[in-house]
């Protein structure tokens, strides 16, 4: 069996803010084995982008880690101060894709430039060996090496998200967390994002967190998938069981309303409502407001995850 | 198809490219965006039209031509027989309006932030003078808003729009579109930015006042999946044209059009089998610039079938290659 590369085990990162504490990562415990893809899906505003920055050891101000850990191959980060996991950690062993990062590239300055920055003054590499391993590394990506020296607006949609993978990989890090790396590109650049994504995976033996809203596109690429609901893993398990025996009613009724592109499907299922605000989320289970299945204990006591199939869990009174 | 409410003949937008003092004193060219570059399609009565196609083929520019929020460069639209582009006072113009509405992408930015949810549903209503009393009007917005499930109505008139969800928001954008009672929508991109659960609502909901107040539908979308779904016909958008039009089954499930089956080929669908297959896509490069359209067929640069010879300079014609069907490619049955 393949080792685990990461371990996160009862992790907590909540916003303090003056309206009131977001509890944003609320008790999340899953691994990622080498090589492995697991997805992270659930509505806007679950905290799948707020994990994604806690582990990468930099939740975004006023976020802390509460409690929990998270062992990247066997080492824990919780608690290393700031300058270890800048110079230890963060970028080598994880690294992050983060959301609408290709629109985010400075227009004053070459790709290559913002590409090898980091690695000079963070890691003091010479200037010479940076630009050659962003070379390199924009070659994998299916790009050419003198990109280094184009400004941003020079390349499309398709060619920004790529440059912004290269970068993510510089460093040769274990796992790679792609936050809605495909978002805003047209159908046929999101698939050839998403083939890179999987040479990328198979050649380099790479792990990812692949986040998304979209579950179509989830099932393009990962192995396992998790399910969050405000705050919380509702539903985890192997591609094929979340997806033909989802065991969480949200996640049935999630997967019910996305129009298929050949089937006939008469009506959309939709879930009513909306997600509950992370500062004082419903008690008991935090789905019973939305739930078309909620009893009285959903409303009193919040269920764990359970053990519905072997590698398959669920937090859920029904189960 | 059902009889036809709309009628767009050989419609054209060409945007102007402003040239810069230099290029004027040197005398260039003046250069056009083709955002829409001569394209034709009817819209039956209670159907609804889907026009789907990748970022800048012109779809939005369409949905804004048929609104009149932008008059054509050249051709022709009808509604219910009635020349459009002919409409040239104030008071045509407003009576037309009051039709045909729009529904745009982003429920955020569509709706004034300062306007508490009556004030955003009474504007429209104000602007045609219909409903004489506040009274009045305030029954008009009720039902508005029971129609598209803000229920009940007085617990949000008084709500601004960052009280309420993004789902409840675009259902807000569908109330102001009905309140007048229009005959036709332009839909752009209504649920994109929503997220999955509350997307088929707002399609579900769609779909209901479609059968329930006859209205009919030109839906604006590049996700195939829902335009399959909501759809009677799709045409697909190409830099500017028309390179495929059906039944939305037909095009779906038998592309005649190489772009369209590349589409088709790149939709993800939620089966995890094939995770670590490289998917094939029968396509070469990205979308060029509307400036600089390719000669012949315009799609030829990224056409895994191109003919050198034929295809990169002679440009082929729409045909109607069975019943209500068409494509335009040189070599259409033959791929
Ligand atoms: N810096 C912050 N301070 C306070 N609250 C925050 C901060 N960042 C995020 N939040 C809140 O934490 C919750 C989770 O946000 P997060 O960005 O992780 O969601 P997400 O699942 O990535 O959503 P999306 O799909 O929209 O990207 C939301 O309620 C959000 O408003
Ligand atoms: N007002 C304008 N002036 C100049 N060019 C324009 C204008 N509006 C649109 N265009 C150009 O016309 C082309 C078609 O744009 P349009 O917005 O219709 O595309 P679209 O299919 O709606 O794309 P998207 O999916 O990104 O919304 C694009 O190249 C765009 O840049
Ligand atoms: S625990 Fe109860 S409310 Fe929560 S998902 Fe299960 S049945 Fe629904
Ligand atoms: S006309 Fe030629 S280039 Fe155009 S789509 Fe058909 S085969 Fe391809
Ligand atoms: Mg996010
Ligand atoms: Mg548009």
Redesign the interface.
Known sequence: MAKSVLEVNNLKMYYFTNKGVVKAVDDLSFTLKKGE?MGLAG??GCGKSSLGFTLMGMPTPPGKIVSGSVKIDGREIVGLPEDVLRKEVRWQKISMIFQGAMNALNPVYTVGYQMIEPLIYHKGMEKEEALDRAQKYLELVGLSPDIVYRYPHEL???MKQRVIIATALLLEPEVVIADEPTTAL???????I??LM??LK?ELGLSMIFIT???????????K?AIMYAGKIIEIGD??K??YEPAHPYTQ???A??????ED?D??????G?PPNLITPPKGCRFHPRCPYAMQVCKEQEPELKEVDRDHYAACWLL | MAEPILKVENLKKYFPIKRGLIGALKGEPHRFVRAVDDISFEVGKQEVFALVGESGCGKTTTGKLVVKLLEPTAGRIYLEGQDVTELKTTEEVKAYRRKVQIIFQDPFSSINPRFRIFDVLEEPLLIHGIGETKAEREELIFKALEMVKIAPPEDYVGRFPHMISGGQRQRVAIARALILNPTFIVADEPVSMLDVSIRAEVLELMKELKEKMGVTYLYITHDLSTARYFSDYIAVMYLGRIVEMGPAKKVIDNPLHPYTRALLSAVPEPKPERRNVIKELPIKGEVPSAVDIPPGCRFHPRCIYAQMGLCDSKHPELVEYEHEHFAECHLIGKI
């Open positions: 893809v509505e806007s499309s949609g398709g047209d159908v046929v650049v999101q698939a050839q998403i083939n999987k040479k198979k809203h979209d579950l179509s596109i989830l099932a393009e690429i990962s192995d998938v591609s094929e979340i997806y009724k999630l997967l309303s996305i129009p298929r592109l050949h499907v009506r959309l299922e939709f879930i009513p909306q």
